[in-house]
């Protein structure tokens, strides 16, 4: 890979250790990839906040790191919400650690909004080169905001935030983001459909790129869902709804294939993967307007979309539900061992493997229902 006389500097050691440790990750990550150079990022996201799921090595090495981002950096949610802990019934020692992971990534300059839909906060330009990690964020970017970007790790995404670029490989270059197989569904779809269409289809396609055509176009919330659950049963980072020349793979499905829904007794209800937007705040409100939760039903935002949704957060709360802000179902050990009722196709894929929770998928309307009772 060609660097440039400032790059080699950084990798020199020149502008300290902190940054010299990112390079040699994005120079090997490069060389690995066949990378010719490093292009420029505008933002970066980073993985890897839950003492859940980084424990106490990660916060080792949080604090060894010194240094300051060079781009606008957010963080993916966190393992509690920073005001709401006590009520989500997280224990002291736990707040302690996930504290201090807080600090550790604000000591680098970076901006402690915890979230997967960094996009509502800061929404990367069409065509620009960013560095995220959360895999349903790098979905949303790279297919509806026409931004560039790999699934990032946790330190890759580091490193990059750290120097400023990232290698020119993958979903940065125009050759890899070319559709490789068309998916046709022939029938209707409507809201968390998008989730569970999703949730089969990156099975199916694994790391492709789909091309997808529907009957109607989706709204940016179901794309959102779509892309969520594809990135999280298969590895899917990019996808199109464009219609342009259809790939000659086609891929046909048919109902059956989303039919994932069940209606089993939840112990718990938990909308928001990913984070809910102030739309989906919207809808929720709308269903539960007069209605009084008997099952614990959440709902997870980020901090941002709440501070500017506090009429419908009273609505939603009024019924007895909770909105919490800064983590989710999944990366929150909240929800661990708990029959766990989604409307995510994502948060379907990973209840069981990370909160060990028996986890089943109904519409937003069928999950609000269940959480009242009728
Ligand atoms: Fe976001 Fe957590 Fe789902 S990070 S995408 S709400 S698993």
């Known amino acids: ?46 993985a890897g906040v839950s003492y859940k799921t980084i424990g106490e090595a990660g916060l080792e090495y949080l604090t060894e790191l010194n240094g300051t981002v060079a781009v606008p950096t957010m963080l993916n949610p966190m393992g509690m919400d920073r005001n709401k802990w006590g009520q989500m019934g997280i224990d002291e ?32 330009r069409y065509g620009a080169h960013i560095s995220w990690a959360e895999s349903s964020a790098v979905a949303y970017a790279n ?14 995404a580091l490193a990059a935030a750290l120097v ?15 559709p490789n197989i068309s998916v046709r569904t ?10 569970a269409l999703g949730y089969a289809v990156g099975k199916m396609v694994k790391s492709r ?20 659950a594809m990135a999280a049963t298969g590895s899917v980072a990019l996808f199109s709804t464009e219609k342009q020349t259809m790939p000659r793979e086609v891929l046909e499905i048919d109902r059956s294939d989303v039919d994932v829904y069940s209606s089993d007794e939840p112990e718990v209800v938990v909308l928001g993967c990913p984070h809910c937007s102030r739309s989906e705040l919207a809808e929720i409100a709308h269903l539960l307007d007069g209605r009084k939760v008997v099952i614990p039903l959440w709902i997870c935002t980020s901090r941002f979309v709440a501070g500017r949704s506090s009429s419908l957060i009273s609505r939603i709360e009024a019924s007895g539900a909770c909105v919490i802000c ?49």
């Open 93 to 124: 020692t736990f707040v302690e650690k996930q504290l201090s992971i807080i600090t550790r990534y604000e000591l680098l300059g970076i901006d402690a909004q915890c979230t997967c839909t960094p996009y509502y906060v800061n929404a990367p």
């Open 186 to 195: 022939d029938f209707h779809l409507s809201g968390s459909d998008f989730g």
């Open 326 to 374: 800064d983590t989710c179902m999944i990366v929150s050990p909240a929800f661990e061992k708990r029959t766990m009722m989604v409307n995510s196709g994502k948060a379907l894929e990973y209840g069981p493997s990370m909160c060990n929770s028996a986890t089943f998928m109904g519409t937003t309307a069928g999950c609000i229902a269940a959480a009242c009772g009728a």
């Open 1 to 46: 890979m060609q660097l440039t006389k400032d790059e080699e500097d950084i990798l020199a050691g020149e502008s300290g250790a902190a940054k010299q440790k990112a390079m040699e990750i994005l120079v090997a990550l490069g060389e690995i990839y066949e990378a010719e150079k490093l292009v420029p990022i505008e933002s970066a996201q980073i």
């Open 143 to 156: 297919s509806v905001l026409g931004a560039r970007t790999n699934r990032e790790g946790g330190p890759s």
């Open 209 to 228: 790129v789909p091309q997808f055509s529907f009957l109607a176009p989706p709204n940016a919330d179901e794309l959102k869902a779509l892309g969520a």
């Open 164 to 178: 400023g670029k990232t290698p020119d490989y993958g979903y940065h270059r125009d050759e890899n983001r070319i």
